[in-house]
C-alpha cells in the first residue's frame, strides 16, 4: 500500500496500523490505532464491539481503536497516534479520530494524530484539531 508524501518513520507506524487493521473482527469498520512515544509503542489497539446493536444506540455499540490503545497505554502524554482504516474492500479509509477521541487523546496528553485518507494520510497536533478551535 502506498501513502504518499509521508516521512519514513510515519509510513512504518501508520503501515504497522493499516496491517494492524486488517485484523479486526468489527463486521463493519476495521480500525486501529498504534501509540508511539520515542520511537518505541506503547500500545495498540483494535477496533470492536462493546455492546450488541440490539440493545444499545449506535453511540455505544463500538470500543474505538483510539480507546483501546489509550487504555493499555499507561503514561500516552506525548506519544503520536496512529490511526488507519481499511475499508470491506480493502482500500483505505478515512481514519481521523472522531470528537469523542479527540477529546480522549487531549486527556492523555497525546500530542499528534496520524490518520490514513481514501488517498494517503492527514496529520494534526492534537490540540489544534477542530473541537478545541
Ligand atoms: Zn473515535
New binding site residues.
Given amino acids: 500500500m502506498i501513502l504518499p508524501m509521508i516521512r519514513p518513520y510515519e509510513h512504518r507506524w501508520l503501515t504497522n496500523a493499516v496491517n494492524l487493521a486488517e485484523m479486526s473482527t468489527h463486521p463493519q469498520w476495521k480500525v486501529a490505532a498504534i501509540l508511539v512515544k520515542g520511537g518505541r509503542v506503547l500500545s495498540m489497539g483494535v477496533n470492536r464491539y462493546r455492546n450488541s446493536p440490539a440493545k444499545v444506540g449506535l453511540e455505544g455499540v463500538s470500543y474505538?481503536?483510539?480507546?483501546v490503545a489509550l487504555k493499555r497505554a499507561g503514561d500516552a502524554s506525548g506519544a503520536t497516534i496512529y490511526v488507519a482504516r481499511v475499508t470491506r474492500s480493502g482500500y483505505l479509509g478515512l481514519a481521523k479520530?472522531?470528537?469523542?477521541?479527540?477529546e480522549?487523546l487531549e486527556t492523555h496528553g497525546v500530542r499528534r494524530a496520524v490518520w490514513t485518507t481514501q488517498h494517503g494520510y492527514g496529520k494534526q497536533r492534537i490540540e489544534s484539531m477542530s473541537i478545541f478551535r
Fill in positions: 474505538h481503536a483510539e480507546e479520530p472522531c470528537e469523542k477521541c479527540q480522549l
